[in-house]
């Protein structure tokens, strides 16, 4: 029976990865399916994941009708596999709701559940209501401290930052003055404190802090 699962976590923890194996597993049985993302940090129409992989994928719009596209198709499609679902809009994750139960095609969704602000992204929302099953990935992040990540934050310079918009493309280990994003515990998240920020307290106290740069 088709399924429509939401595979979650935070930043760090494999979701594009998994992704690509889930596809490369199911095109070697034979299974014909179609790879989408929106905002990957390789670019447009790109999947990717931190470990080096990359595929072409289609490019998730403002626009994009999955139902229409994917009916469309001039072979049958078995499955989707839907990465940066989170920025998908409640809408598209409708009609990938409506795939999966009018067409019995599988759908695998990948994506953050909440942003900088720890509050839900519209799309993740949309897919926790709807999906037949909502898998958090095994593998954990870590925060600078050691501790489970369990939030994502928005840096600028290093230091943490709770405003702006809520989608920002940006990437870990970005350079003075661009946005970038670092996995924390909720400790350090709600005291604000990322590595540079923990680097510079223990630097002006005289600590020594071995951190990665």
């Known amino acids: 029976m088709a399924e429509l699962v939401f595979f979650s976590g935070t930043m760090d923890c494999g979701k594009s990865t998994l992704a690509l194996q889930l596809d490369h597993n199911h095109a070697a049985r034979g299974r014909r399916g179609l790879i989408f993302s929106r905002n990957d940090r390789a670019g447009t129409d790109r999947l990717s994941s931190r470990l080096g992989l990359e ?12 139902w229409t596209l994917v009916t469309a198709e001039p072979d049958p499609v078995d499955y989707l596999v839907c990465d940066e679902a989170q920025f998908y809009s ?30 839900l992204f519209p799309g993740s929302a949309r897919l926790i209501e709807l999906a037949d099953r909502v898998e958090v990935l ?16 928005r840096t600028v310079d290093g230091s943490m930052v709770v405003e702006g918009d809520q989608v920002v493309v940006g990437d870990v280990g970005a350079g003075s003055g661009e946005v970038g994003y670092e996995v924390l515990c909720r400790r350090h ?19 020594p802090l071995d951190l990665p740069r």
Do not use: K, Y
């Not at 009609?95 to 559940?113: K, N, P, S, W, Y």
């Open 138 to 153: 095994q593998v954990e992040s870590l925060c600078w401290c050691g501790r489970r990540a369990t939030h994502n934050a």
């Open 55 to 66: 595929v072409v994928a289609r490019e998730v719009r403002d626009d994009t009708d999955f």
């Open 189 to 207: 998240h709600m005291r604000r404190m990322t590595t540079a920020v923990a680097r510079r307290q223990a630097a002006a106290d005289g600590l």
């Open 90 to 119: 409640p809408a598209q994750v409708e009609q990938l709701a409506r795939l999966v139960d009018e067409t019995e095609m599988d759908v695998f969704a990948f994506g953050i559940t909440a942003d900088f602000r720890t509050r």
